[in-house]
Structure formats: structure tokens, C-alpha cells
């Protein structure tokens, strides 16, 4: 039973992750195709916060505050009970109400669907994005030969 | 006596419309875009941010445009709108080791796994004016290699293993805020990094280069420097567990200082820290250098009386709002305060007359 | 899935306006001793009333420690409490805001009453009463013209903590939706 929650977890905390820092146009593009969007109650409307980033002395050590950045949350009730929450960075609040609602989606038979038709496409692109980034740093990398070693 | 004045607001209104004219400049060239800003003049865009003390690039962009480029302005605009958000709590400590990294190099390690990788630099650029550029800024096609998988181990992992640099103790103490407590002296080393990455560039660089010149005299290697994105994990209350909420460019940099040892430690390599929003390289290895002066006294090492191991002087003159607020603000009208110091100046030079005078009539 | 919704109610419908409001009445309570204004907006679960879900949900956040005493500590107003308000939950000496009954809340010496140079670093006691009157003790100083009066639950107790000022705690009285305050600086006399 443990374990089932935390494979629970550990899913949802994959797809709101995914979500949070996604692009923003990709995401709403992908979501705005989708059809049947359910009715849903504000649990707490969208609201534009921040957060303090904290970092560690030497990457390892001790935390220290780094700065803010922006994030927008907001968490609703779907018919049938079902509560969503969206965190994303940023200021969006259209693109918060969509991830409270894929968040919600996902804990219900509408699951397959939204996995299927903005969750793999969105994670495919993000994944894409970072590889040809990493693959830009690779091109950068140096690859030293001796040209004299020298002995007096 | 004290008198009010009153007046000035259409002067101030029509002042205020100028500005606006001003800031879009020649209508016959095309109006700048905040998306223009935030993808062309992204290391502006990242100052502001590192400065700003606030992760959002698009509110970034907008506050250089409204400031016409005035990256001072730009940071007061980002810092007053930062107020105003609700804070909703604070993030699990980064995790830089897991960075994707563009760019990182280390002038210490020629071998270091994970390699030097250059990224986008401009350290061997020949600093020639490109007019190519005032043309048209067409760009061909970045070469691709093969992307890493690993992620890119820090460097001092490696000098730990032998026990020859400084470790730094493990913690997960929550750090003291100075936006939200004032600073007090003496104050501790989370406190001097937070007032580090968000000081001022030009004052961390200064502060910096004198440790260099042989004020408080630290002589710093680049044990490493990446620049690249993290993901911020948040715990999530109503969830019960932690999500990412968002990925951070930052950069990071680890400076590895010889040290001689002291009666508390052992002879053994010290570090210097830097951690600053965005790619702004310069501002980390700066900041690095500070902190690893201003970390004399917990190093047993002497007070040499200069300015970047003095703690309440970097940070008391570190942020450029505190300091330009003050600076600017003499400029306002101080019309009463004024007009006492003249009459007390009048009121001098009127004594000293009269003693001159009656001296001469004494000698006569 | 329904029963979990029911911690996430109950918030405020219009945060920016309704914490306005309510913000507005709490000054309003605190500077004029005495006066009893009527506070709305948010309900908590029980057996917290609505005025202090309202004081709640306008005052505190991630960087307050709130006492829940008692029988307002329950699993649903521990999770309702976190998801409006992040606010984390602490002992009663950690405190920034605390509330409960009269009885569950004593005893006040264990609450924080601010150090000589941050008076400020102190608790306010939201107490849960039955009724609030404006009968019983006389009240007097600050924001207080001649004299008011307001049932207090007990006098001598809260006469000594107006003798520890400018340190010492500020209390919240409610029931239902209304409220009234009590300040630190304000003189306790009986009936």
C-alpha cells in the first residue's frame, strides 16, 4: 500500500514537474487541442507569488538564499471531487489553470488521454530542447593533444 | 522659520510624457519588443535579474526597456515589484552538481571528467568590433556533437578525496533572510552570500580585483566555473511531497585559494563561493573572491585592515538601490535645510568680519 | 476524493479584496480597544469560528508559526491552516499567532513576549469566547476615548500582562463573525 502511494506520488510529481516548467505556448498549444474540458470549482483562484531560491555554501554545504523567483499557483475541484493543483514558474495564470486541470485530469479515467495528447508531445519537446542544448555544449568542448613534451 | 511649498505637478506631469517621448526615441526606427530584450540582450536581462534579486526574464526585459537601459533603474523597478508578491515559501537548496551544464571550465583540472567544455564565451573573441553586426545579425548554424549523458561532477570532489581542501560542513540550517530581517554585524556567511549575489557588479568586481592587487592578499584559482540550468524543487504543503517548480540558468564558482594554515587549521586549499542568477560570470568569480576574504576570521587568518575582509563595509555599501537611493536623493529639493546652513553661514562670516575689523581698529 | 476537497475550502473568494477587509477591520479592533466589529470571509473547519479563520487566513503565512491549542488542533484544521496559509505549525513558546479557548491557550508564560529591542517578536493570542460584550472590565490608554469595556475572560491575568509593556502579548477575542482586540498597552480595571 506504501509503496502504491509512492509510485502515486512519484508519477504526479513527474507530470507537475513537467508542467512547471515547460513552454508556455507548447503547453497551451497541445492543451487548447484537447477537446471535453470538465467544469470545474476554485479552490483557490490563480496567484502570482514568489519563492526564494536558496542555493548551498561551495554547492554542497550549508543553504544560503539566492534570490526570488516568480511562480503562479492555484489549485481547483472538478465535478467529481477530484483536486488539482498547478505550480508553475512564471506569471501565467491561464497556463496555471490549465496545469491545476491536467494535474486533476490525471487522477482520473481521463488520464490515458492527456498523457497520450499533451504530456509525452510536451516532455518529447522539452527532452528535444535540452539534447540540442547539450549537444551545442559537446561541439564546445575542448580536446587537448600535446603538441612538445618537453625534457631539458 | 519654515515654510511649505507646494507646486511643480505640471511641471512634473509634462516631465513625465517627455520621459515616455524620450524612451521611444525616433518613431521612423522600430519600437523594441520586451521578447527582443529578453532573447538579445539576455545578459542585461541577467544582471537584472541577479540584481533584482528576482528569476523572471520577461519582467527583466520590460523594467530595461521603461528604464531606457538603465540597468540601476531597471534593478530599483525589479526590487519594488518584488515586494509585492506573497511569498510563498522558500525552495529545497539547489542542486548545482545536477546541472546541465553549457558551459564549464576549470583552471586548476586540464582532466577533469566531464572535459572543459567553452560554451557560449566570449573569452577568445579578439574584442574587435564586428560591423557585420550593425548590418544584419544572420547567424549560421551551431555545430552539434554528441550530447553527455552523466552529469558533470564537481571539481572539488576530486581535492576532497585527499583531504587537501577545505570540506564544507553539511547543513541544512535555514538561512537568515536580509530582505526580511535587517543585517546585523556581525553577520554570517549565509548572510554575506545572499548580500553578495545580489550586489551590486561593479562595486563585488572592485572589491574583488583589490583582493588581487594584495589588499587582503588571496590568491584565487578557478577551480571551477559552470554555467547552465538547474531544476527548484519546492515541498509542495497540500501535497505532502516536493515538486520542480521551475529550472534556473545560474552560474557557479568555486575558487580554490592556498592556504598556509593557521593555528585552527591545517595547511590545506581553501574555498571562495559564488552563486548568481542567470549567466553572469564575472559577478560569480567576483563574489567567490570576496567571500573567501571576508571568511578571515572563522580561517584564523590576520586581519590585514582591508577593505574586502571588512564584513560590515562590503555589505553596508554592496547594493546599488541602498546606495543610489541615498546618493540620488541629494539632488531632491532641500530648499529649508539649505537656507539654514546659509544663514549660518552668513551669520560666520559676519563674526569673523567683525573681529577683523575690530582687531584693526585695536591696532590703529 | 470528496472528503479531501473539503480542507482546501473555505479560503477567501476575492483574496485581494475580502484580506483587505479584513485586515482593515483587525487595525481597526486593535487600535480602538473595546469595539467589536463583525469579521467574514473565510470559515475554517470546526470547531474554529469565522472570525478566526478570518485573522488566520489574513495574518499569517510561510514565515509565521501558528499554535493550533487545544481543540481547534485538529488533523483538518491542521491541513486547511497549511494549504491557505502555508503557515508552519509550532509549539506554543515558538508562536507568532496561537489559537484556541481561553483555558486551552493557558498557561501565557509560556508564550513569546519580545525582547527589549524587538518587542515585536511576540504572540498574538486569538481567543475563542462565547460572546463578546462590551460589558465587564473597563478599558483605558491608547486609541481608547475616556473609557470601554469588553468582556475579558480574565482580568488579572491580562492586567499582568499589560504590566510587562512594551513587551508582553496582543490578543484577538472572537466568536462567530465577531471580534475585538486587546493590545498590550491598555490599562485593565475591574468592572
Known amino acids: 500500500m506504501a509503496n502504491e502511494i509512492d509510485t502515486g506520488n512519484s508519477a504526479r510529481k513527474a507530470w507537475m514537474s513537467l508542467i512547471a516548467s515547460a513552454p508556455e505556448e507548447v503547453m497551451m498549444a497541445l492543451w487548447g487541442a484537447m477537446d471535453n474540458r470538465p467544469s470545474f470549482d476554485w479552490l483557490r483562484v490563480p496567484e502570482v507569488g514568489g519563492v526564494m531560491v536558496r542555493g548551498r555554501m561551495g554547492g554542497t554545504g550549508a543553504p544560503f538564499n539566492v534570490g526570488e523567483m516568480t511562480v503562479t499557483r492555484c489549485s481547483l475541484v472538478l465535478g467529481d471531487g477530484t483536486v488539482g493543483h498547478g505550480y508553475i514558474q512564471g506569471r501565467s495564470k491561464p497556463k496555471a489553470e490549465a496545469a491545476a486541470l491536467i494535474d486533476a485530469l490525471m487522477q482520473t479515467e481521463a488520464a490515458a488521454l492527456v498523457q497520450r495528447d499533451v504530456l509525452k508531445p510536451l516532455a518529447d519537446q522539452v527532452a528535444q530542447t535540452k539534447s540540442n542544448r547539450a549537444a551545442k555544449a559537446a561541439a564546445t568542448k575542448v580536446e587537448f593533444f600535446t603538441m612538445v613534451r618537453g625534457e631539458d | ?13 509634462n516631465a513625465h510624457a517627455w520621459l515616455a517621448e524620450e524612451r521611444r526615441g525616433d518613431t521612423s526606427v522600430a519600437e523594441l519588443s520586451t521578447a527582443q530584450i529578453r532573447e538579445q540582450l539576455s545578459l542585461a536581462v541577467n544582471r537584472v535579474m541577479a540584481e533584482g534579486s528576482l528569476f523572471d526574464a520577461d519582467l527583466a526585459a520590460l523594467a530595461i526597456k521603461q528604464s531606457r537601459g538603465d540597468l540601476i533603474e531597471a534593478i530599483f523597478l525589479i526590487r519594488a515589484y518584488r515586494t509585492t508578491l506573497p511569498r510563498f515559501g522558500a525552495s529545497r537548496p539547489v542542486e548545482t552538481g545536477q546541472m546541465a551544464c553549457d558551459r564549464r571550465i576549470s583552471a586548476t583540472f586540464k582532466d577533469a571528467p566531464g572535459g572543459q567544455v567553452l560554451g557560449p564565451t566570449f573569452d577568445y573573441t579578439h574584442r574587435l568590433l564586428d560591423f557585420k553586426l550593425a548590418a544584419e545579425g544572420e547567424v549560421t548554424p ?46 554570517n556567511r549565509a548572510l554575506r552570500l545572499q548580500s553578495l549575489t545580489r550586489g551590486d557588479e561593479g562595486f563585488i568586481l572592485g572589491m574583488a580585483y583589490s583582493t588581487q592587487r594584495g589588499y587582503a592578499r588571496n590568491h584565487a584559482f578557478v577551480g571551477e566555473l559552470r554555467i547552465g540550468k538547474v531544476a527548484v524543487e519546492m515541498d509542495i504543503p497540500e501535497l505532502g511531497f516536493a515538486i520542480e517548480i521551475g529550472e534556473l540558468e545560474l552560474t557557479e564558482c568555486e575558487t580554490v585559494n592556498q592556504f598556509q594554515g593557521s593555528k585552527t587549521e591545517p595547511p590545506q586549499f581553501t574555498r571562495g563561493y559564488g552563486l548568481v542568477f542567470g549567466q553572469s560570470e564575472r559577478k560569480s568569480i567576483a563574489m567567490a573572491l570576496v567571500d573567501r576574504a571576508l571568511r578571515w576570521e572563522e580561517l584564523g587568518e590576520d586581519n590585514l585592515g582591508a577593505a574586502a575582509q571588512d564584513e560590515e563595509f562590503v555589505l553596508s555599501h554592496s547594493d546599488n538601490i541602498q546606495a543610489t537611493g541615498f546618493l540620488e536623493h541629494i539632488k531632491l529639493p532641500h530648499y529649508v535645510d539649505f537656507q539654514s546652513e546659509l544663514e549660518l553661514v552668513r551669520k560666520l562670516r559676519r563674526e569673523v568680519e567683525e573681529r577683523t575689523t575690530a582687531h584693526q581698529e585695536a591696532a590703529e | 476524493m470528496q472528503a479531501q476537497a473539503t480542507q482546501f475550502a473555505g479560503g477567501f473568494s476575492n483574496t485581494p479584496v475580502d484580506a483587505a477587509h479584513a485586515f482593515r477591520a483587525a487595525m481597526t479592533v486593535m487600535a480602538r480597544p473595546g469595539e467589536i466589529r463583525t469579521l467574514s470571509g473565510a470559515q475554517a473547519p470546526v470547531p474554529v469560528s469565522g472570525a478566526a479563520a478570518t485573522l488566520l487566513l489574513t495574518l499569517c503565512d510561510p514565515e509565521t508559526g501558528v499554535y493550533l491549542a487545544g481543540a481547534s488542533d485538529t488533523p483538518e484544521m491542521r491541513q486547511w ?107 485593565i480595571a475591574k468592572g
Open chain 3, 81 to 187: 491552516l497549511t494549504f491557505h496559509t502555508g503557515a508552519p505549525l509550532v509549539d506554543a513558546a515558538q508562536a507568532d499567532f496561537a489559537v484556541g479557548t481561553w483555558t486551552d491557550l493557558l498557561p501565557l508564560k509560556t508564550y513569546r513576549i519580545g525582547t527589549s529591542e524587538y518587542p515585536d517578536r511576540s504572540a498574538t493570542l486569538i481567543v475563542e469566547c462565547h460572546a463578546l460584550a462590551q460589558t465587564g472590565a473597563t478599558l483605558s490608554g491608547p486609541g481608547i476615548k475616556n473609557t470601554s469595556q469588553l468582556n475579558l475572560p480574565d482580568i488579572p491575568a491580562l492586567q499582568a500582562n499589560s504590566m510587562l509593556y512594551p513587551l508582553g502579548m496582543d490578543f484577538f477575542f472572537t466568536s462567530g463573525t465577531q471580534v475585538a482586540a486587546l493590545p498590550r498597552s491598555t490599562q
Open chain 2, 142 to 187: 551551431t555545430e552539434q556533437g554528441t550530447p553527455r549523458e552523466d552529469v558533470t561532477p564537481h571539481i572539488t570532489e576530486f581535492l576532497q578525496g585527499e583531504d587537501i581542501i577545505q570540506r564544507e560542513p553539511e547543513s541544512d540550517a535555514v538561512p537568515g533572510d536580509l530582505t526580511r530581517e535587517p543585517m546585523e554585524f556581525p553577520a
Open chain 2, 1 to 13: 522659520m519654515y515654510v511649505a511649498v507646494k507646486g511643480g505637478e505640471r511641471a512634473i506631469e
